[in-house]
């Protein structure tokens, strides 16, 4: 399978904790995104990589969240001091650099969070 | 700041029977649309996109949508229904003139498919 990969899958954390979640874009896309869906709601932007420079990042839900392509290929998502509404999808897409904007974006299958 | 709306949170439709899921959209200037589906427990699928030209998108599994900029809508269609096209289906939309690439989407309309 070739298509975006997200791992984990699941998550399960204590209030407080930090936790990391990895996604592995399709090898020739070089642009990387990360949303964020919530139960019964469609996926909310947080940021967007190009390459490894970060050109969106105003989305992000608080300073708690991060994140990072260090070397334009895999990219990771950081959520420190998590929260009980933290709980949530959070899904990864890439896409190749088409007429900006008009490209498929390619979703992975997620990494579903729960905050205890 | 765009928006995307899909005002049924359901849709029922018998197998063989045409099905449609309906979008509507705001945005600045021209937009680009997008129709995503959703399995249980998984991410999203791409079905098909409007850019430009033919108002009449096909896409992925038999479905096509169209675009129709006087009543900004982007409705998904198929001409006989499966058990199996039963999923969540999600409206997206982003502004032709965008830099920041974010795709805005609709909550979502549940399709249930029934033999």
């Known amino acids: 399978d070739t298509g975006v990969s997200q791992d984990p899958r699941h998550k399960i954390t204590k209030r407080g904790q930090n936790v990391t979640f990895r996604c592995d874009p399709i090898?020739?896309?070089?642009?990387l995104y990360w949303y964020r869906q919530t139960l019964g709601q469609g996926p909310e932007f947080l940021t967007y990589?190009?390459?490894?420079?970060?050109?969106?990042k105003s989305r992000l839900l608080s300073d708690r969240f991060s994140a990072e392509r260090p070397k334009g290929s895999f990219s990771t998502l950081e959520i420190q001091r998590t929260e009980q509404g933290d709980s949530a999808m959070y899904l990864c897409?890439?896409?190749?650099?088409?007429?900006?904007?008009?490209?498929?974006?390619?979703f992975g299958p997620g990494t579903r969070l729960l905050v205890l | 700041a765009q928006s995307v709306a899909q005002p049924e949170d359901q849709v029922n439709v018998a197998e063989g029977n045409p099905l449609t899921v309906k979008c509507t959209y705001s945005?600045?200037?021209?937009?680009?649309l997008f129709w995503y589906v959703q399995y249980p427990n998984r991410g999203l699928q791409f079905l098909l996109k409007?850019?430009?030209?033919?108002?009449l998108v096909k896409g992925s599994y038999g479905f096509e949508a169209e675009f129709n900029k006087s009543q900004t809508s982007f409705h998904l269609k198929k001409p006989s229904a499966l058990v199996s096209d039963s999923a969540l289906y999600f409206c997206?939309?982003?502004?032709?003139?965008?830099?920041?690439?974010?795709?805005?989407f609709g909550g979502g309309t549940r399709l249930m498919v029934k033999p």
């Open positions: 897409a890439s896409s190749s650099s088409g007429l900006a904007g008009s490209e498929t974006q390619y």
């Open positions: 945005v600045s200037g021209n937009p680009y």
């Open positions: 409007y850019i430009t030209g033919d108002n």
């Open positions: 990589f190009q390459n490894e420079a970060q050109l969106e």
């Open positions: 997206a939309v982003r502004p032709a003139n965008n830099a920041g690439n974010m795709l805005t």
């Open positions: 090898s020739e896309h070089n642009r």
